[in-house]
């Protein structure tokens, strides 16, 4: 699929792309859509997409622009880096960015990025069920995930998409959707949304995919460890969304990816309150997540059985 640029990230429809992010308009008038603002907490929308132009307006910041405008804005970051955030991120796949240009292509950024002519077929969940399919099992152990830990927070899911079914690890969100991965599928059923574990702590473990959030608790599996809660985010697209429920918590240790998108938040939380937030991914600070420092830790405990064994 072609890169993003400035041109054609300014071509993706912003209604859609605010959706993906979770937002929906409170209400459409002509070719105006109304939203809550995603810039901070109201009760009456001042965010005003046009949809033939393709421009937002803020009403409560006094700003607007294009997509780019949008996405710095949004994630507090260079234009660069966002069109990096475009360029490597894992979309729903039951939806795509709709692009502004006279052939309507769509950019559908989950299904192996594939550029389609048109919008792809949702998502259908046809069964939830207990893991036990040998694909999936086999594809746990080379994630390093025990399979008494994933079947406590999984379920293996069957989907039809596009006519195909498929068969996926399930992660169940907030809202009822669910995280679907498989050795060669990544993508999400609607609605999308974070996952909140409550166990009535004061502190908050906070993960960006659900394979960081199981690795944290194989590793911890056999530690007697202070109760906290725990947030998976899906989608770090849910990390402003997710400040009101962060700040709820007296510490919150951060697992974030150690890549652009995963630093910058990390540094964000930081500057908001050092004393709350922790950074734990010097942990894994060669490692670009706790999932993958922990195929290597796992890589080197069966190589070394294997020497002492001959």
């Not at 460890?225 to 919150?252: A, D, G, W, Y």
């Not at 910058?264 to 734990?280: I, N």
Request: net charge positive; charged share 25%.
């Amino acid at each position: 699929m072609e890169k993003f640029n400035c041109k054609i990230a300014n071509e993706i429809d912003l209604v859609d792309y605010l959706k993906i992010l979770g937002y929906e308009p409170s209400k459409i008038k002509n070719q105006d859509y109304w939203f809550l603002s995603p810039f901070r907490n109201e009760n009456t929308p001042s965010f005003k997409v046009n949809q033939k132009l393709n421009l937002w307006y803020d009403h409560g910041l006094g700003k607007g622009g294009n997509t780019v405008d949008f996405g710095i804005e949004y994630f507090r970051c260079t234009v660069s880096e966002f069109l990096q955030l475009l360029n490597g991120c894992s979309i729903s796949s039951d939806i795509s960015l709709s692009i502004k240009n006279d052939n309507r292509q769509s950019f559908n950024l989950s299904l192996a990025n594939e550029k389609k002519d048109s919008l792809p077929d949702k998502i259908v969940i046809v069964e939830v069920r207990t893991l036990e399919s040998k694909p999936i099992l086999d594809y746990l152990h080379r994630r390093s995930i025990p399979l008494e830990i994933a079947k406590q927070h999984c379920k293996e899911v069957e989907f039809s998409l596009n006519g195909r079914k498929q068969i996926v690890i399930g992660f169940k969100n907030n809202a009822g959707g669910f995280e679907l991965r498989s050795e060669n599928f990544k993508g999400s059923s609607s609605p999308k949304d974070i996952t909140f574990i409550d166990n009535q702590a004061k502190s908050l473990a906070v993960f960006e995919g659900f394979f960081d959030y199981l690795s944290y608790e194989m590793i911890n599996q056999k530690s007697v460890s202070p109760q906290t809660n725990f947030l998976i985010f899906n989608s770090l697209s849910f990390f402003n969304k997710s400040i009101q429920l962060m700040e709820k918590h007296e510490r919150v240790n951060l697992y974030l990816d150690r890549d652009t998108a995963g630093l910058k938040f990390t540094v964000e939380a930081l500057r908001r309150d050092s004393a709350k937030y922790t950074d734990q991914s010097f942990l894994y600070d060669q490692k670009k997540d706790l999932n993958e420092w922990l195929n290597e830790v796992q890589k080197v405990n069966r190589s070394q059985k294997f020497r002492r064994s001959i």
